[in-house]
């Protein structure tokens, strides 16, 4: 029985999963490779690259007109600054990755080239090219894993072997990861303002992977459903596609938890509040994709955005390249217009909650003196118990708080969060510009 994936690349075999390209941009892809050209696919963590890039690699094999592959930069960062190891670690893995997807005929006859440190890379590909019968097409994943020293030298080994392809240098290369090209500027040591060489300035276009839309995320819900009998009701799979617009961890993430955890009898239908009660379950966990997500808030270049939104104000100060920067790792996305919001209402809740989470557990034990005798919320003894706990706790709870600006939110919501104590929820609505953050 196939299942939803939320670690690693998808396959049909074992995963409910959309067709792995459809959200590429295929047709722009392929002019640029007739074209033999090189580009970036950029997009946040856990969105489908690896998956996407994984079968248009087996495609193109397919098709007889490629040699193509998917690898990956990852094992090298284990050498920030040792560009030799980092070669001979990524090579290696490089030969695994070249064995298991590429036809044996196909394989190059050298795995290591005995070039200097620095060169190896570029020296592998070179001889590769050279003897290869079609032209080749190298799909690099996890390039940001790479960091100072040996991220330079990748990025221009591959730029200086741009003028020999496609005979003597693979046709086309694509570079995978979070960030745009720009930013491999600034982590290369190049100027944040990008008015400095960049080390990989070939790349001609820039390419990303949008989120699942409403009819896909229902598709894959879907086949849940034709293989098992089990339902998502309407009202469930809306309730999903708010909270997650599309994020594909996130739809992987809640209806694995819904179907593996909350309702295992298939006999029974996905209700909406096993939607909500999925939301608060990989909240309260902070699975690793939510904690790299999390991760990120302590970055300066990250607050000086983030910090505006749930302030409600203005980003005309904040430089481009933070806001880029911020959208490139999933963390807000641009509405129709251009303003930026927070990702989803799932990361909206996920940041405010870790931003809070200080003042939180700064807390002393609040006796609930906002109940009716039914059980019910007085909201005027509510108002009592905050005005009495600000004037006894809130200056040093304020000094606490990670985000300056809205230090006094986060202690409000860390004191409602013990008002709603696991058996409630608070809804929030962050509006720019309007100095303002909506809460329910």
């Known amino acids: 029985m196939r299942f939803f994936n939320t670690t690693g690349p998808c396959n049909p075999i074992d995963h409910y999963m959309l067709p792995a390209t459809a959200r590429l941009d295929v047709l722009d892809i392929a002019r640029l490779l007739r074209q033999k050209a090189y580009f970036v696919l950029h997009a946040p963590r856990q969105t489908?690259?690896?998956?996407?890039?994984?079968?248009?690699?087996?495609?193109?094999?397919?098709?007889?007109?490629?040699?193509?592959?998917?690898?990956?930069?990852?094992?090298?960062?284990?050498?920030?600054?040792?560009?030799?190891a980092a070669e001979d670690a990524i090579l290696d893995n490089w030969r695994q990755s070249i064995r298991v997807q590429v036809p044996k005929e196909l394989h190059p006859s050298l795995w290591k080239t005995g070039a200097s440190a620095g060169q190896r890379i570029a020296d592998f590909l070179t001889e590769w090219s050279l003897e290869a019968e079609r032209p080749l097409l190298i799909f690099i994943d996890e390039i940001d894993a790479l960091q100072d020293d040996v991220l330079i030298s990748v990025l221009r080994q591959l730029r200086s072997g741009f003028n020999m392809r496609p005979t003597a240098f693979p046709s086309s290369v694509a570079l995978i990861g979070l960030r745009d090209v720009r930013d491999y500027k600034v982590k290369s040591g190049g100027s944040p303002h990008l008015n400095t060489p960049s080390p990989f300035n070939i790349a001609v276009r820039s390419f990303t992977l949008r989120?699942?839309?409403?009819?896909?995320?229902?598709?894959?819900?879907?086949?849940?459903?034709?293989?098992?009998?089990?339902?998502?009701?309407?009202?469930?799979?809306?309730r999903m596609i708010?909270?997650?617009?599309?994020?594909?961890?996130?739809?992987?993430?809640?209806?694995?938890?819904?179907?593996?955890?909350?309702?295992?009898?298939?006999?029974?239908?996905?209700?909406?509040?096993?939607?909500?009660?999925a939301k608060e379950r990989l909240i309260l966990?902070?699975?690793?994709?939510?904690?790299?997500?999390?991760?990120?808030?302590?970055?300066?270049?990250?607050?000086?955005?983030?910090?505006?939104?749930?302030?409600?104000?203005?980003?005309?100060?904040?430089?481009?390249?933070?806001?880029?920067?911020?959208?490139?790792?999933?963390?807000?996305?641009?509405?129709?217009?251009g303003s930026l919001a927070i990702a989803n209402p799932i990361y909206g809740e996920v940041i405010l909650r870790v931003l809070a989470g200080s003042a939180q557990d700064s807390m002393p034990v609040i006796s609930p003196t906002w109940l009716n005798p039914d059980g019910t919320l007085n909201a005027e003894n509510l108002l009592a118990a905050f005005l009495a706990f600000w004037r006894q706790h809130g200056q040093?709870?304020?000094?606490?708080?990670?985000?300056?600006?809205?230090?006094?939110?986060?202690?409000m919501m860390a004191f409602l969060h013990r008002v709603v104590n696991g058996n409630g929820r608070i809804e929030r609505e962050y509006a720019i510009g309007s100095r303002r953050l909506d809460m329910c």
């Open 48 to 84: 489908g690259k690896t998956t996407a890039m994984l079968e248009l690699a087996r495609e193109l094999i397919a098709s007889g007109e490629y040699i193509s592959v998917l690898v990956s930069m990852e094992v090298g960062a284990g050498f920030p600054n040792d560009v030799g």
């Open 211 to 238: 989120n699942f839309t409403g009819e896909e995320i229902r598709a894959l819900l879907g086949q849940h459903t034709i293989e098992t009998g089990q339902l998502f009701t309407e009202v469930a799979q809306q």
């Open 242 to 277: 708010e909270l997650t617009l599309g994020q594909p961890w996130l739809v992987n993430a809640l209806a694995k938890v819904c179907v593996e955890e909350l309702v295992q009898d298939v006999t029974k239908p996905i209700e909406v509040h096993h939607v909500n009660e």
């Open 285 to 337: 966990r902070r699975q690793t994709h939510l904690d790299q997500l999390t991760d990120k808030l302590r970055e300066e270049r990250v607050r000086h955005v983030i910090e505006p939104i749930l302030a409600g104000q203005v980003l005309d100060a904040i430089p481009l390249d933070d806001r880029d920067y911020v959208t490139d790792l999933g963390l807000v996305r641009r509405l129709q217009g």
């Open 396 to 411: 040093p709870l304020l000094r606490s708080a990670p985000y300056h600006e809205i230090a006094p939110h986060l202690v």
